[in-house]
Nanobody
């Protein structure tokens, strides 16, 4: 099993920045891709950004150029640096990790990001 713990959410004005961090523990050798999803009220959970063990990244179109995902395999952490935040970025952000050898995902408990006008 893998446990994921997020930190770094909060309240910020539009145009501001936040950094989310996620630390994985347990059977971290199982992990391949890691990333961040978000879920706004009344909406489905959507991908924000992902990063492979080798460092390949993918971003949702809505965050390209504003968010940067990074990963430290030695520390089993994945971070999301968010710049130029917009009110539509308001959501609960979830860290996720995908296993290498079977189709199974792990999720963190979520951290709230609120962007005010």
């Amino acid at each position: 099993q893998v446990q994921l713990v997020e930190s770094g959410g909060g309240l910020v004005q539009a145009g501001g920045s936040l950094r989310l961090s996620c630390a994985a523990s347990g059977s971290t050798f199982r992990i391949n891709a890691m990333g961040w999803y978000r879920q706004a009220p009344g909406k489905l959970r959507d991908v924000v950004a992902t990063i492979s063990r080798g460092g390949s990244t993918n971003y949702a179109d809505s965050v390209k150029g504003r968010f940067t995902i990074s990963r430290d395999n030695a520390k089993n952490t994945v971070d999301l640096q968010m710049f130029n935040l917009k009110p539509e970025d308001t959501a609960v952000y979830y860290c996720y990790a995908a296993e290498q050898l079977r189709p199974y995902d792990y999720w963190g408990q979520g951290t709230q990001v609120t962007v005010t006008v």
